[in-house]
């Protein structure tokens, strides 16, 4: 079984002026889809994984011959981060999350500002390449954390709920160094029905 990169959910450009077409184009067509590539390329000399599902070979990593374990890891986990990444977007995102999503972002943040603040300067102070993750923990509770690379939550059996790629070059071409404002435009494109669907 080889491992394939779905099309965005959405235009390239449906997420204009917040995220714009060419970073778009470059981030889905090039980076997402070299890690989909180099993935099949590391799994394609070890047949017996081939049956595995994405989320099974992150779940575990451990069991991968030593030789592409580590290239698994990169690319597996970017081809799940970003599945992920572009499933949090909609051109219809943004303002508020409703009913069970928020009751939940109050009991355990105390309020919902706090909770994006709190995701906000976690993306904002990733040192180098990573992601920023609202994740729903083994006892179900809500929190959020960075992991640098490709590193994702579902390795240590984590529910990622949403997520802000901080690499450059999600938003380099548009943003420059301002992450803090592709950050800030973010929240406008939120889906947080997409959001809501992942709760368990
Ligand atoms: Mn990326």
């Not at 779940?59 to 081809?79: A, C, F, Q, S, Y």
């Not at 219809?92 to 069970?100: D, M, Q, R, S, V």
């Not at 009751?103 to 992601?131: H, N, P, Q, R």
Request: hydrophobic letters at 40%.
């Amino acid at each position: 079984m080889s491992h394939v990169q779905n099309p965005l959910p959405y235009d390239f450009s449906a997420l204009e002026p917040h995220i714009d077409t060419a970073t778009m184009k470059l981030h889905h067509g090039m980076h997402h889809a070299s890690y989909v590539k180099n993935l099949n390329v590391a799994l394609d000399k070890y047949p017996d994984f081939h049956a595995l599902s994405l989320d099974q070979l992150l779940m575990k990593l451990e069991e991968l011959p030593e030789d592409i374990r580590t290239v698994v890891r990169n690319n597996g986990g970017g081809h799940w981060a970003h599945d992920l990444y572009w499933n949090c977007m909609s051109p219809n995102g943004g303002g508020l999350p409703e009913g069970k999503l928020m009751d939940k972002l109050v009991s355990d943040f105390g309020d919902y500002d706090v909770f994006k603040e709190k995701l906000s300067e976690t993306a904002a102070k990733v040192f180098g390449s990573g992601w920023a993750w609202l994740v729903q923990d083994r006892e179900g509770k809500l929190k959020v954390y960075s992991t640098p690379g490709h590193d994702c939550p579902l390795m240590v059996g984590e529910n990622a709920l949403m997520v802000i790629d901080v690499w450059e070059h999600a938003y380099y071409l548009n943003y420059q160094n301002r992450r803090v404002d592709y950050i800030g435009a973010y929240w406008n494109i939120i889906d947080w029905k997409g959001v809501a669907g992942r709760l368990k």
